[in-house]
T-cell receptor, first 113, second 116 residues
Framework: AQSVTQPDIHITVSEGASLELRCNYSYGATPYLFWYVQSPGQGLQLLLKYFSGDTLVQGIKGFEAEFKRSQSSFNLRKPSVHWSDAAEYFCAVGDTGGFKTIFGAGTRLFVKA | DTGVSQDPRHKITKRGQNVTFRCDPISEHNRLYWYRQTLGQGPEFLTYFQNEAQLEKSRLLSDRFSAERPKGSFSTLEIQRTEQGDSAMYLC??????????????FGEGSRLTVL
């Protein structure tokens, strides 16, 4: 069965510092992988997705993620964090039909001035 | 169409009462999903529709839960005889199924249920 693990419940970074959020997945075939962001009072928004091709994918708001099949990982990165990036981040895996997407428990990002 | 809308945004009810949530997906989207999210957790899959057909239901969805999507447009999620454990955020999402479907979900802002 599909599963997603986000090892970090919360992370605090200074504004302007780099960020890496970890994600490990379990899936029998080539997965569709996603990162979503949820800001307080707002719906989840897609940051980026991977389903084939280049293993380094670019997303919105300056985020990128790298798919590493050997490590079953899909870590999210940003070179310089802004205070507006404070939110909850969810890694997710979907099957090739995409009809059932499984989410991790999320990592809450705090940004300090 | 500006996105997925859900109604009501907040619902407070007493244990044992029935509640119904409505979701209006993005108009051209043929797939509709319901998820449940509790504090500190990611969204948990509940059920999914392809047009008007309900194709999968999670084991999380007890007999007290029922979802419909008449005519393949809006959807309702009804919870009968609510229990305190039903308190959660109920999220609706939609997507467009095509030959190159990547499974991207578009979420509404959710309906928060509090059962007293």
């Amino acid at each position: 069965a599909q599963s997603v693990t986000q090892p970090d419940i919360h992370i605090t970074v200074s504004e302007g510092a780099s960020l890496e959020l970890r994600c490990n997945y379990s899936y029998g075939a080539t997965p569709y992988l996603f990162w979503y962001v949820q800001s307080p009072g707002q719906g989840l928004q897609l940051l980026l997705k991977y389903f084939s091709g280049d293993t380094l994918v670019q997303g919105i708001k300056g985020f990128e993620a790298e798919f590493k099949r050997s490590q079953s990982s899909f870590n999210l990165r940003k070179p310089s964090v802004h205070w507006s990036d404070a939110a909850e981040y969810f890694c997710a895996v979907g099957d090739t039909g995409g009809f059932k997407t499984i989410f991790g428990a999320g990592t809450r990002l705090f940004v300090k001035a | 169409d500006t996105g997925v809308s859900q109604d009501p945004r907040h619902k407070i009810t007493k244990r044992g009462q029935n509640v119904t949530f409505r979701c209006d997906p993005i108009s051209e989207h043929n797939r509709l999903y319901w998820y449940r999210q509790t504090l500190g957790q990611g969204p948990e899959f509940l059920t999914y529709f392809q047009n008007e057909a309900q194709l999968e239901k999670s084991r999380l969805l007890s007999d007290r839960f029922s979802a419909e999507r008449p005519k393949g447009s809006f959807s309702t999620l009804e919870i009968q005889r609510t229990e305190q454990g039903d308190s959660a955020m109920y999220l609706c999402a939609s997507s467009l199924s095509t030959g190159t479907n990547t499974g991207e979900l578009f979420f509404g802002e959710g309906s928060r249920l509090t059962v007293l």
